[in-house]
Nanobody
Framework: QVQLVESGGGLVQAGGSLRLSCAAS????????VGWFRQAPGKERELVAA????????NYADSVRGRFTIFRDNAKNTWYLQMSSLKPEDTAVYYC???????????????????WGQGTQVTVSS
């Protein structure tokens, strides 16, 4: 059974940076495409960023492109979301997710993912 554990959330001022981490266990990490989603109160869960199992392909939400970077370390079974130039509208619970996928596939919908972390709160103050 694959388990995902997130860390790195917190409170930051607008313009600041945070790095989220998601550590996986219980599976062959290098066969999984992975991603980050977020959900703000009253809103649907949305894709933030996703990366293919090799790391060669990525997909970003328009609202974060150029400010956030997703990357992975297959040797550590961990992937990351580096968030910079944070805005109050980035405030949400952030979830990591994983799914077994082909080498170039980067799933962009929540329903495509099989495994989820518990979520970590990110709050950006103005």
């Amino acid at each position: 059974q694959v388990q995902l554990v997130e860390s790195g959330g917190g409170l930051v001022q607008a313009g600041g940076s945070l790095r989220l981490s998601c550590a996986a266990s219980g599976g062959t990490f290098s066969t999984y495409a992975v991603g980050w989603f977020r959900q703000a109160p009253g809103k649907e869960r949305e894709l933030v960023a996703a990366i293919s199992r090799s790391g060669g392909w990525t997909n970003y939400a328009d609202s974060v492109r150029g400010r956030f970077t997703i990357f992975r370390d297959n040797a550590k079974n961990t992937w990351y979301l580096q968030m910079s130039s944070l805005k109050p509208e980035d405030t949400a619970v952030y979830y990591c997710a994983a799914v077994m996928a082909s080498s170039v596939f980067v799933p962009t919908t929540a329903r495509a993912y099989d495994y989820w972390g518990q979520g970590t709160q990110v709050t950006v103050s103005s």
